[in-house]
């Protein structure tokens, strides 16, 4: 059973989406010392999951991505309170010279095959933001793109506050009922929010990818449609389903298990 | 006359990279009439299809279709990203 104190470090830690331990410190009010006991406590009873070394660690939900940055990024109204150029890629070259680093990931245990689509199938997703909201963004352009890895799997995510895959196809496809049967046909069907331009792949392209390993998977929220494929699919839908459903743009969240 | 794709980057993903690296192409590779275009994928991390689409569309409607040949590769993203563009 957790004592209070432990109980609390995970609280702050969900809410935060991942957090430093001087940042706990500060929260709890206890020394360094008692904090290093309860997160080597919580680390062993696998509650909690430590990122990164030295002073950038961070401790995070075990096993879970932490998306409360990016859904706040995404969600905001107006312009994002905070919008870290760490993360989020203001133009397509910034996306493509950082989708390039996810080569380092092969440390990590993602082979050559898996990590050569991996890093197609994010190109993809990350390209499409650039592609369909050129001239639509709602204030600031471009998408946030990160890749965390923890237990034993690794997520990506690559969000942006466009203008949505239902406007995006409407245009090409105006008997579109709704954003979820917007996100169906854009996963499933050759068709491209640019037609006529001879387009729309990419997307089915992805899907392929993903449903052909179980260990992969991803989901898709664009406004109230949501909709996952692969054998990791239902994992990353259940991490989308806090994201906010009445913001337009689009949110993928990816899944690979890591050997 | 083989193309090393590598030369053009290790990851390819972008169509308005694949539309300059096809410019870069057409405008330094210059095959002898009839001669084959083979594209050599060794070396290269990853391509995706929206990269690809571009860079086989302008050197098939450049040199025709049966000139423009991928060289057989066990890149999978390649192997997936021709499987879409043909399909």
Known sequence: MKTNTRSEIVAFVRSAGGLRPIELAGKLGITPQALHRHLKALVASGDLEACGRGPKTRYVIAGEPALEAPRRWHAARGAPAESPASFVCETRDVFSARLGRLASLSKEGLGGAELSLLISAVGEIGNNCFDHNLGHWRNIPGCWFEAQSTGKRLWVLVADRGQGVFQSLSRALPEIPDERAALLTAFEKRVSGRAPENRGNGLKFVRKIVEGSPARGLACRSGAGLVDYGALGPDCRGHLTDFSSKASGTVTLLAWRLS | ?87
Do not use: H
């Open chain 2, 1 to 87: 006359m083989r193309i090393e794709i590598k030369r053009y980057g290790n990851v390819l993903s972008s169509r308005p990279a694949g539309r300059e690296a096809a410019l870069a192409m057409k405008a330094y590779q210059r095959p002898k009439p009839g001669e084959k275009i083979e594209l050599d994928f060794s070396g290269v991390l990853s391509v995706g299809p929206s990269w690809l689409d571009e860079v086989l569309s302008a050197l098939r409607a450049e040199y025709g279709t049966k000139r423009v040949v991928c060289l057989p590769t066990r890149n999978p993203s390649v192997i997936e990203s021709l499987k879409a563009i043909d399909s």
